[in-house]
């Protein structure tokens, strides 16, 4: 299916992704801060409460009870304040959060369950897209030499016109065998397109015989 450069190209895709979120994030964190200083301040206090609280439990583990009773009333009060000054001056409450093109894996293009995400195979159906040989044959051919060795000009059409998305199959028989495409109709006539982008489809007409479904 895919190879190793492809899954090497969607994997950088996605550390770069991953990347972006962190410094979008810490652009975030570092708006607000120099909006309202008491905000970095608060964080400040919060992580020096916590380092107390461990502090007097290590000397007085008998009283940890207490003292974490303690710690959790000065963090609310803490994080009270921070919410209060955020919702003032119109932040919104997950600013610090990492936010992520795809919630489903963090991008990281597998989910909770270690499973494929949906924007994985998304990616992987556009990788069988760009390597299927229209799109090579134009890349290597200006648009007017575009031309089938195997095929009749008027066999191959090119379809500047917006098409309905078909289903997606793998041609398995004659010249094309191999090409990705989106099996259309066409005037009553089964057709095979593949989206060249700014160009529009390149059709072939295609016996339905001589495709199958691709299942990711
Ligand atoms: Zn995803």
């Known amino acids: 299916m895919a190879d190793e450069q492809t899954l090497n190209r969607i994997m950088n895709e996605y550390e770069e992704l991953r ?88 991008d990281t293009g597998y989910d909770k369950n270690g499973k494929k995400c949906k924007c994985f195979k998304q990616k992987l159906i556009n990788a069988a897209y760009s390597v299927s040989n229209i799109e090579e044959t134009i890349k290597t051919q200006n648009f007017d030499t575009f031309s089938f060795d195997y095929y009749s000009k008027d066999v191959i059409s090119m379809n500047s016109a917006p098409l309905a998305r078909g289903e997606k199959v793998r041609v398995i028989k004659g010249p094309l065998t191999g090409l990705v495409g989106e099996l259309v109709t066409v005037d009553g006539k089964s057709k095979i397109a593949v989206r060249l982008n700014m160009l529009g489809c390149a059709c072939a007409d295609m016996p339905v015989g001589y495709v199958e479904p691709v299942r990711f």
């Open 19 to 106: 990347i972006s979120a962190a410094n979008e994030r810490k652009k975030r964190i570092e708006k607000v801060n120099k909006k309202i200083p008491r905000v970095a301040e608060i964080e400040r206090e919060i992580f020096q409460c916590g380092m107390e609280n461990t502090k007097r439990i290590f000397k007085n583990p008998d009283k940890a009870d207490e003292y974490n009773r303690d710690f959790k009333e000065n963090l609310r009060k803490l994080e009270n304040e921070k919410s209060n000054l955020l919702k003032v001056n119109g932040i919104s409450a997950d600013y610090n959060k990492y936010k992520y093109k795809c919630e489903n894996c963090s």
